[in-house]
């Protein structure tokens, strides 16, 4: 496999855990295809546009990349009324888009959370940019846009690969949180993957002592990536 451009960044404060510091592994392969891909995944490796990354960091393990077993997977009772909220949520997958409708999701998305967890005070051009940033790529992305009463309420991006499907990013109204979009997004690429009839969904790392990663762990059974890069039966 093509190694390409490969660098390790320098130690900092982790964005999850903040008693710990983390540091992160980057490469470019300009000729990555999905099969390479998926290939670097299952050595806990992530992709956000151009950019490879996975974590090294030099005390901590917390970071696993998670995957769910999409044949056996059932939905718990909290999951189960997700479903049934969002039963007029309506998908659409397509090719990415960026428009006035999908910036003002995100900025009101990030909005939004900065006013509740701290996050930077979001402007146009950095979401131009973050948008771009992820779509642009070495293969295609897949865009999967949500709507109720035809009205965006959510942005979900996605690699199709060939035995699932992996999130990469999603943002979604404020104004809808009620309706636990984000869980609805996981349950949807559930739904998908067994009407292609794949077996997997990947959902990044999990982290099970932080908040905003831990959630993942809930979509069982489930499999997390071990160092040494094998998959193993989680949580049942």
């Known amino acids: 496999m093509e190694k390409g451009l490969s660098y ?18 980057y490469r470019i392969i300009p000729t990555l295809d999905s099969q390479m891909y998926l290939e670097l995944l299952n050595q806990g490796w992530r992709r956000f546009g151009w950019m490879l990354f996975r974590p090294r960091c ?3 393990q917390a970071c696993q990349p998670i995957r769910v077993l999409v044949d056996t997977f059932h939905p718990d009772r909290s999951q189960r009324r997700v479903q049934k909220s969002n039963s007029n949520t309506h ?21 939004h959370h900065a006013e509740t967890k701290g996050w930077p005070a979001p402007n146009l051009d950095d979401a131009v940019s973050h948008i771009a940033s992820i779509v642009d790529g070495p293969f295609p992305v897949q865009e999967w846009a949500y709507y109720i009463d035809g009205q965006l309420v959510a942005i979900s991006y996605v690699d199709a690969l060939a ?20 869980n609805w997004i996981c349950l949807s690429m559930i739904e998908q993957a067994k009407l292609d009839g794949l077996p997997y969904i990947y959902l990044g790392y999990y982290i099970k002592d932080c908040r905003s990663m831990e959630y993942k762990g809930k979509f069982a ?3 997390v990536l071990t160092p040494d890069g094998a998959w193993i039966n989680y949580l049942e």
């Open 8 to 25: 390790i960044a320098q130690p900092s404060q982790c964005h999850y855990l903040l008693d710990q510091e983390w540091q992160l592994e």
């Open 58 to 60: 030099a005390s901590c």
């Open 91 to 111: 998908l659409v997958i397509g090719p990415p888009e960026i428009d006035a409708a999908r910036l003002d999701v995100y900025y009101r998305h990030h909005q």
């Open 163 to 182: 035995d699932g499907y992996s999130g990469i990013y999603f943002y979604h109204d404020p104004d809808f949180r009620k309706l636990s979009l984000g």
């Open 221 to 223: 059974p489930n499999q």
